[in-house]
């Protein structure tokens, strides 16, 4: 029998705003989760994604700081889509952040700024800024120092980066010296 049965929404802990949906999944395992998630003061499901078969739970990152969420889960396969299960909810956190951390690497030295400011980096640093605040860092070579570009994180290459969200966010300024 296909069935599904939400059995915990949790709020996510420091990753920031987040809500956790898991459930028992009555098909074993065969079936595809459809997931749909309401605002706690509005009554219209909307698509939150389909899950695949074997797994119970979801992470929800689209989800705004200090709300209510209400999740319902439906199982499918090819002979048909079940009912959908009973309805939990969950609040985010209220003070979710984005949290940035720089980090160095190589022979070469630099230094790593941001906008808006918060960031002034010569080693390793953390900057916390509103949730969603987009914040683009820029690495500044060292005279005798060249900037390779970023690794460990969602920046790539050797250019400025933005980044936004509502979590922690970790990247890599990777420096190296000048030949002689």
Known sequence: MLGLQIVAIASGEARGAQ???????NSHGAATTRLE???GDDSTFVFVA????GVSEYVDVGVSPGRTYCYRAAAYDATGLSEFSNEACGTTAADAVLNVTVN???GGTGTVIS???GLLCGD???ATYPTSTMVRLFALPAAGSTFVG????PCFGASSCTVAGNSAVSVTANFEMLPP
Do not use: E, K, Y
């Open 115 to 117: 906008l808006p400011h």
């Open 104 to 106: 160095h690497s190589g």
């Open 150 to 153: 970023w690794s460990n994180g």
């Open 37 to 39: 998630r309401r605002p």
């Open 124 to 126: 390793s640093c953390s």
């Open 19 to 25: 809500l956790v949906a898991s459930w028992t999944d």
């Open 50 to 53: 389909d899950v695949p078969p």
